[in-house]
């Protein structure tokens, strides 16, 4: 599996952005970019996904690399509500699995 | 639209006991998958089922553990005779298709199992 690397932990105040890296130099053409996070004592939520372009969705923004090594993942105004961790997860194309890391722990300070 | 469903969200067995979780996947779904969450770890994939059949059961420990899905009803992760170190949480999620890219994962609240 194609493996991804994100910081163990990231702080942020409210309502400022907050801007999330992933490394993936392996990737391969056809691993898509996934976000998933967890909030304490729930299941994983999906965020994003995307391949080549920048997504855009209500919940946050992927910026991709033009080389597809790196992603970033952009809230644009944390809340507390966003505390949680968030796992970058390259998945292929044909593959129904999602292989979780570590994660990124986000704090939002009020 | 109910999302995942998972029932019990808490679990306690004593060590040789046998521990059932089930799971309803949402509407219109039939693929479900198991994760489990050993403390202080990540999600570790176990089983993927689709209605009557195992898809993939490669993270499942050899022994002790099974998954069903049967034509009705919810799908159950059974733990025969439990030890400690299979306290953790347990999460199913459930996806329309199997296909990876285009297919989002909704998960349940997940199963916290405690043996004692």
């Known amino acids: 599996d194609a493996k991804t690397t994100q910081p163990n932990s990231m702080e942020s105040n409210e309502e400022e952005p907050v801007h999330l890296p992933c490394n993936h130099s392996t990737i391969s053409g056809t691993d898509y970019i996934h976000w998933y996070r967890q909030l304490p004592s729930q299941g994983p939520e999906y965020v994003i996904h995307?391949?080549?372009s920048n997504v855009n969705n209500r919940m946050a923004s992927l910026a991709i690399a033009e080389d597809r090594k790196s992603s970033t993942l952009i809230l644009h105004r944390a809340t507390l509500r966003d505390a949680a961790v968030y796992y970058c997860i390259l998945r292929d194309a044909g593959d129904y699995k999602l292989s979780f890391g570590a994660g990124t722990t986000v704090t939002v300070r009020a | 639209n109910a999302g995942v469903m998972q029932n019990p969200r808490h679990l306690v067995r004593r060590r040789g006991q046998e521990a059932r979780l089930r799971c309803s996947p949402m509407k219109g779904h039939s693929h479900v998958y198991w994760y489990r969450q050993l403390p202080e770890e990540g999600l570790k994939f176990m089983v993927y089922l689709q209605k009557e059949n195992i898809i993939d059961e490669s993270g499942m420990p050899k022994e002790r553990f099974s998954a069903e899905f049967p034509k009705e009803g919810p799908s159950i992760l059974r733990i025969q005779q439990v030890v400690r170190g299979d306290s953790a949480a347990y999460f199913c999620a459930s996806s329309p298709t199997g296909a990876g890219w285009q297919t989002e994962a909704f998960f349940g609240q997940g199963t916290r199992l405690t043996v004692v």
């Open positions: 995307g391949l080549t």
